[in-house]
C-alpha cells in the first residue's frame, strides 16, 4: 500500500471548495489530516482531523466526516476555516490577519500512527493571472482590481469599517474581480496615508461621489451598473450614500449596518463632531456618552456598550435626526447582520430599516439576511473567521461568512442591469 494525498489543483480562490482525497489505504484504516497555514504576520495556524477510509481504502473530504478533529461535519473546507493558533504569545491579536491580497499556501500532512506518510501544498488565492490591479492616487485613494482586456464591466466601489486603511476591502475587491467585476477597494481615511484623514470625523459624502464619477469615467465599465458594499461604518456610509445618490447606483450591499449615523471615531482628544459631512454641513448624529474614550485596546464588549448607552439616551427627537432616511433610497438593498453582533446591534437595526421600507411601500426587492449565530466581524469564507463575541463558534462563523458571500454574489448577479 502506498498512501497518497491527491489535490486535484495545487491552486484554488479562497471561495472554492477543497478538493482533498487519500488513497492507497487499508479498508476502515484511521488515519490523521493536518493542514498548516501562516497569516501576513507570519503566525503558523494549523488543524487536523482523524478520518477512517472506506472499504476501498479512500478517504473524501467531500463524503467523509472526522471522527475527531479540529471540527465536525462532512465539511470540505473544515480544514482551513478550522484553524488555530501555533503560537500564544505574538504582540498581535489572536485572530488570522490577512491584510493583503497574497495567496495563503497550505500545507496538508498525512500522518500514520504519528509518521508523515505524504505531504501536499495548495496556495489559496484572491486573484489570478488574469487579474488587473490598478492603484489609484490622484482624486481618490484606492485599489482597483478588474479582469484583464474586458469591456462593459459592472463595477463595485466597497468601503470599510472604522479599521481604515483598505482591510477588508482589498480582500473583498480582488475576489470580486475574478468573478467578473471591476471592483474599487475605496480608502477613506488612513492613519498611515498622508493624503487622507486620519481618524473617521467629518468624512465629506462627496468623495465617495467621486470615487462613482471616476468610475462612469472609464470606457471599459457599465456606468449604468455600479454598485456600492460596505461594512460596519462602511455599511453605515453606504446606506446614507445612497439616501444622496441611488439613482446613480445598481445595488447597495451593506454588512452589519447602522440605521444611524454616529458621532465621528478618534484615538485621541477630540471634539464632538460627525462622522460625515455633506456639502461642508456636518450630517446629524447620535452622540457617544460624554466619558467614551476609544482605543486599540477596548475589547467588542466595551464598544457595544458605548454605542447601547448612547442609543438609550438619546432622545426620539435626536434618534429621529441621526436616522438614515433609507427609504429615499431607490435601488435593492442587502442588508446582512449578526444576531450576536458585540459593537452595534445590527440585526435589530437592520429589521427596523426593512420595516421603515415597508411603511413607505419600497417598490425595490430589499432583503435582510440575518444570522443567529454570528456577530459583528463577516469577512471571506475558508480561512479562520474572527470572533467577537464569547458565544459564536467557529464553525457557525464559517457558516454564516459563506452564505453571506454567496448571498453578495446572487444579489449582484439578480439586481446586474
Not at 489535490?7 to 484504516?29: F, M, R, V, Y
Not at 479562520?384 to 463558534?393: A, Y
Not at 461568512?401 to 439586481?415: D, G, I, M, S
Request: glycine share 4%.
Amino acid at each position: 500500500m502506498n498512501p497518497k494525498i491527491i489535490l486535484p489543483s495545487t491552486n484554488q480562490l479562497i471561495d472554492e471548495s477543497l478538493k482533498l482525497q487519500i488513497t492507497g489505504l487499508k479498508p476502515n484504516q484511521k488515519v490523521k489530516i493536518q493542514a498548516e497555514m501562516q497569516d501576513d504576520v507570519k503566525r503558523t495556524w494549523c488543524s487536523f482531523g482523524i478520518f477512517t477510509a472506506d472499504y476501498q481504502g479512500t478517504i473524501d473530504l467531500n463524503t467523509t466526516a472526522p471522527k475527531k478533529g479540529s471540527y465536525s461535519g462532512c465539511d470540505p473546507n473544515g480544514l482551513l476555516w478550522s484553524m488555530q493558533i501555533k503560537e500564544s504569545n505574538t504582540p498581535f491579536p489572536p485572530i488570522f490577519l490577512k491584510m493583503t491580497t497574497q495567496p495563503n499556501k497550505v500545507s496538508f500532512y498525512l500522518l500514520i500512527k504519528d509518521k508523515i506518510k505524504d505531504t501536499r501544498e495548495v496556495h489559496i488565492n484572491f486573484t489570478n493571472s488574469d487579474t488587473e490591479q490598478i492603484v489609484v492616487q490622484n482624486l481618490i485613494v484606492g485599489k482597483l482590481f478588474k479582469p484583464k482586456g474586458k469591456d462593459n464591466l459592472p463595477a463595485v466601489i466597497i468601503v470599510g469599517g472604522s479599521t481604515g486603511g483598505l482591510f477588508w476591502t482589498e480582500q473583498i475587491a480582488a475576489l470580486l474581480s475574478n468573478k467578473g467585476y471591476a471592483a474599487l477597494a475605496l480608502n477613506y481615511f488612513d492613519v498611515q496615508n498622508d493624503n487622507l484623514p486620519n481618524e473617521l470625523i467629518e468624512i465629506k459624502i462627496e468623495y465617495f461621489k467621486r470615487a462613482l464619477d471616476w468610475l462612469k469615467s472609464k470606457p471599459e465599465i457599465d456606468d449604468s451598473n455600479i454598485s456600492i458594499m460596505g461594512i460596519s461604518k462602511g455599511g453605515e456610509l453606504s446606506l446614507l450614500f445612497g439616501s444622496f445618490f441611488s439613482k446613480h447606483l445598481t445595488s447597495i450591499i451593506t454588512y452589519v449596518p447602522s440605521s444611524h449615523v454616529f458621532e465621528g471615531i478618534s484615538m485621541v482628544e477630540h471634539k464632538t463632531k460627525s462622522s460625515w459631512t455633506y456639502k461642508t454641513t456636518p450630517i446629524n448624529f447620535i452622540q457617544y456618552p460624554s466619558n467614551t474614550k476609544f482605543s486599540k485596546n477596548m475589547t467588542p464588549t466595551d464598544i457595544r456598550k458605548i454605542h447601547d448607552n448612547a442609543l438609550n439616551s438619546a432622545t426620539s427627537k435626536q434618534l429621529e435626526s441621526a436616522r438614515i432616511p433609507i427609504e429615499n433610497i431607490s435601488c435593492p438593498i442587502l442588508m446582512i447582520s449578526g444576531e450576536k453582533d458585540n459593537t452595534w446591534p445590527s440585526s435589530k437595526m437592520c429589521r427596523d430599516m426593512m420595516q421603515t421600507l415597508e411603511e413607505h411601500n419600497n417598490p425595490y426587492q430589499s432583503k435582510h439576511l440575518n444570522f443567529s449565530n454570528m456577530g459583528h466581524t463577516f469577512f471571506l469564507p475558508n480561512i479562520p473567521p474572527m470572533i467577537d463575541h464569547p458565544s459564536v463558534m467557529a464553525k457557525n462563523a464559517a457558516n454564516a461568512n459563506r452564505k453571506a458571500w454567496e448571498a453578495t454574489l446572487n444579489f449582484l448577479v439578480k439586481h446586474s442591469n
